[in-house]
């Protein structure tokens, strides 16, 4: 039973735009959540993350944003450049060690 | 800079072999942990352990064991390879409540 769920599995953007990644939760103790960028045949790479005591977080052209009440945050990418396309992971906490990672959104950027 | 190295970028084992994966962080992390990667389910835990000797079982863990008797290194068994274990693996560290670094990868396939 999958407690993160990202329902996108690709979204495709042309470079300058905005990219916009969803994901949803149904563990109502998470109160961590982070997002992670992963290039083919390499590991994931810690991109933004926010606590559930704020409801944005922005980090030069990342910013994500909380909305507790529906259980769904959000991943915005202003602008959208080439080096962008990667598969993303939305990941989420409950006050412990482990993380529970959504499927992935596979996102392309075209010139 | 924390590194996580992990032993093989690719692997190939036979059915029934008995396979060893290796992960080393360098910087003292007291958390490890170790994943599965696989198309359409994102990563899924396997097992972790937060502290020397110590280990925990992920989501996942029917097939496998682990070690870890030094605290930067932490070894995913398998005790008897089968053709549903092919699968990206993926080591990480954390230190506290924070986020995961994560290793490359191994690629094993298991013929």
């Known amino acids: 039973d999958q407690q993160v769920k990202q329902n996108s599995p690709s979204l495709s953007v042309q470079e300058g735009r905005i990219s916009i990644l969803n994901c949803d939760y149904t563990?109502?103790?998470?109160?961590?959540f982070l997002w992670y960028k992963k290039y083919p045949a390499e590991g994931p790479t810690f991109l933004i993350s926010i606590s559930s005591i704020k409801d944005k977080n922005e980090d030069g052209r990342f910013t994500v944003f909380l909305n507790k009440s529906a259980k769904h945050l959000s991943l915005h990418i202003v602008p959208s450049q080439p080096g962008d396309s990667a598969v993303y992971f939305c990941a989420a906490s409950a006050k412990d060690y482990k993380l529970s990672f959504g499927a992935g959104t596979t996102v392309t950027v075209r010139a | 800079d924390v590194k996580v190295t992990q032993s093989s970028r690719y692997l190939v084992k036979r059915t029934g072999e008995k396979v060893f994966l290796e992960c080393v962080q360098d910087m003292d992390h007291e958390n490890m942990f170790w994943y599965r990667q696989d198309p359409g389910l994102g990563l899924r835990l396997i097992y972790f352990s937060y502290d020397v000797k110590m280990k925990e079982k992920g989501d996942i863990p029917e097939g496998y064991s682990v070690s870890r008797e030094k605290k930067e290194r932490f070894s995913l068994i398998l005790e008897s390879a089968s053709t549903n274990q092919t699968s990206m693996y993926l080591c990480?560290?954390?230190?506290?409540?924070?986020?995961?670094?994560f290793g490359p990868g191994t690629r094993l396939t298991v013929l």
């Open positions: 563990n109502s103790m998470f109160d961590y």
């Open positions: 990480a560290s954390t230190q506290g409540y924070s986020e995961q670094f």
